[in-house]
């Protein structure tokens, strides 16, 4: 075969060649969908050229998350408002708007608000019909909608980026048994909200561990709170009150700082076992003092860069998606925090 052309991409994209020389010179003016045909066909054809250069047209992708006074979103934030510059030649402009974890409705008026102006989502949001039916019309047109770190049920998005959280809800029945031991006993569960699916996987991947393996380990109260750190703190103070046999605590949200305070004015720090998710800063000192057994970390630097890639695959900005869009979870003790 000789030299491709423009006309021998156009053919195969089915556009027009002036298309083709808009796409490939940068020009604009090219809807999404034909310029990743445009792309797609440039690549397979192997035209003599630079497609990785910056795409011309900017693409607004909008990530909501909660406010940054939780500490794992302000890593996600943190994370998101790097990759505009880390990954310039994809030309994704990411903007942060952030939600209420418990307020379902204005998250929905939120999406539906943002459809007219973006081209793409990324949202970390606890479910219901009403955010699953504005996540399924803002991407009826096409546009991507990407759930991290928890997924949305009923929300038909495109991908879910982040860990295998019933897996992660099992390491932690799994280590939990084991550090309780041959007399078990009884266990608190903080959930953030049993809404947010990677919540409610997570808690009942923990239970089933239990119930396997571990049957000396029952879950004595199960609470939520709602992702409110302080009220993580109050629930377990009370808790603990009342039920002088809980031997374990297994936080699977917000709050670890507040469950150890309490834990602590109970004089309780050396009886309980505690586990946690997300090696944030204060929660790594917290496990260095020996307040918190064990971390399950599932890397917000990694999940932000997975979902990058695979918005880019999707627009045509990157020949592959990731090899996988589950990202792995890793355990922290005193001894590798």
């Known amino acids: ?23 490939l010179n940068n020009r604009g003016g090219v809807t999404d969908g034909k310029e990743r045909r445009v792309i797609e066909w440039a690549r397979k054809l192997k035209i003599d050229r630079a497609l990785n250069q910056r795409m011309a047209r900017t693409l607004r992708i909008a990530v909501l998350l909660q406010r940054p006074e939780n500490p794992f979103h302000a890593a996600v934030q943190t994370n998101f408002e790097a990759a505009t510059r880390a990954f310039s030649q994809f030309n994704l402009q990411f903007k942060i708007h952030h939600i209420e974890p418990a307020k ?3 998250t929905a008026e939120l999406i539906k ?10 949202i970390v949001s606890a479910g219901g019909r009403d955010v699953a039916a504005a996540l399924r019309e803002f991407g009826r ?21 982040g860990p295998d959280n019933a897996k992660a809800g099992r390491i932690a029945g799994d280590l939990m048994g084991r550090l309780l031991g041959r007399d078990g006993g009884n266990i608190l569960v903080i959930s953030g909200m049993l809404t947010m699916m990677g919540h409610e996987e997570r808690e009942a991947g923990f239970r ?6 571990y049957t000396g380990c029952r879950v004595s109260d199960a609470l939520e709170s709602f992702e409110r750190a302080e009220l993580a703190g109050d629930l377990v103070f009370s808790a603990l009150k009342r039920n002088r046999a809980i031997r374990g605590i297994y936080n699977a949200s917000a709050g670890a700082s507040s469950v150890v305070n309490a834990v602590k004015a109970l004089g ?3 009886e309980i076992v505690f586990i946690t998710h997300e090696l944030t800063d204060d929660r790594r000192q917290l496990l260095r003092q020996g307040l918190i057994d064990v ?7 990694l999940e932000v860069h997975t979902a990058v890639e695979a918005l ?3 627009f045509g900005r990157k020949d592959e998606p990731p090899a996988s869009l589950i990202t792995p979870v890793h355990i922290h003790t005193i001894e590798n925090c």
């Open 104 to 106: 379902s409705d204005a």
């Open 208 to 213: 089933a561990v239990l119930n396997e393996r």
């Open 141 to 161: 047109s096409g546009k991507p909608v990407i759930t991290l770190v928890t997924d949305i049920a009923e929300s038909e998005r495109f991908a879910y980026v």
């Open 312 to 314: 880019a695959a999707f």
């Open 113 to 122: 608000s943002l459809s007219m102006t973006y081209d793409g989502m990324v």
């Open 295 to 301: 971390i399950i970390d599932q890397g917000p630097a």
């Open 1 to 23: 075969m000789g030299k491709i052309t423009a006309k021998d991409i156009a053919a195969a994209a089915g556009v027009s060649a002036s298309t083709v020389d808009r796409v």
């Open 268 to 270: 309780r720090a050396d």
